[in-house]
C-alpha cells in the first residue's frame, strides 16, 4: 500500500459516481431535475448544520476564550473573503468552469459551475478528508478515506445527474487539497490540534451553507471568494488559543 492512496480511491469513487449520475440524468425530465436540486440544496443545508456543530464542541471552546468560537470563525470568513475577493477567486473559478463546460459540459442542462463548486466544497469540507489524508501520510491506514469514498461516490451520483460534469471535475482541486495533507501527514505528521480542525470544519460548514442557498436559489454568494477562510481558520484558531 503506497502513501496517497486514500486520495486515489476517493478520486475513482466521485469520477465513477459521477459517470453513473450523468448517464441517467440525461434522461431527467427537467421537473424532476429542478426537484433533485431542490433536495441537493437541503442536504447540503444540513451538511452545513453538522458541520456547524463543531462551534460548541467542548475541546474547541475550551481551547479558546470564551465566545471565540464564534467570533474566530468571523474573523476567518472576513480576512479569507479579503484575500478572495482581491484575487478574484470566484471570477476566476466561473472562467475555468466555462473553459471546461465548451469541451464537456454543452449539452448538460445544470449549471457546470455550480456543481463544480457544490461538490468541491462538499468532498473536501469535514474532518474524515483532514484526518484521514494525515493518517495516510502517517501510513496509519486508509480506513477513514474509504469511509469518505464510499459516501462521496454516492453523493457524487446525485449531484452529477442534475450538474454533470463539473461534479466530476471537482477532483482536481480536491486532490489537490487531500494530497498536501497527506504529504503534511508524511513530513511532519499530525500538526493540527484538535480544535484547530474544528474551526476549520465551522468555516467550511458555513461554506456549506452558501453553497446551500446557492442551490435553492435563495441567495447568491461568492463563495469562492471565502475559500481562503479555509486557510486562515486554523490559524485564527492558534492565535486566540495563544495569546488572547
Known sequence: MF???GTVINVGAIVLGSTFGILGGARFPDKLRIQITDVLGCITLINAA??????????FTSAVPRGW???GTLAALILGGLV?????IEGRLEVFGQSIK???????????????MAASLLFAIGPLAILGSISDGMHAGISQLALKSTLDGFAAMAFASTFGWGVAFSVIP???????????????????TQYQVQSLTAVGGVLLFGIGLRLLNIK???????????????LVALAAH???
Do not use: M
Open 3 to 5: 502513501v496517497g492512496l
Open 50 to 59: 453538522d458541520n456547524l456543530r463543531s462551534i460548541w464542541a467542548q475541546s
Open 69 to 71: 468560537t464564534t467570533l
Open 84 to 88: 478572495g475577493y482581491l484575487l478574484h
Open 102 to 116: 465548451s469541451r464537456f459540459g454543452r449539452r448538460h442542462k445544470g449549471s457546470f459551475l455550480e456543481g463544480f
Open 174 to 192: 480536491l486532490a489537490i487539497y487531500q494530497f498536501s495533507w497527506t504529504a503534511i501527514g508524511y513530513f511532519l505528521g499530525d500538526i493540527l
Open 220 to 234: 447568491f454568494i461568492a463563495v469562492g471568494d471565502l475559500l481562503p477562510a479555509l486557510i486562515f481558520a486554523p
Open 242 to 244: 495563544q495569546f488572547i
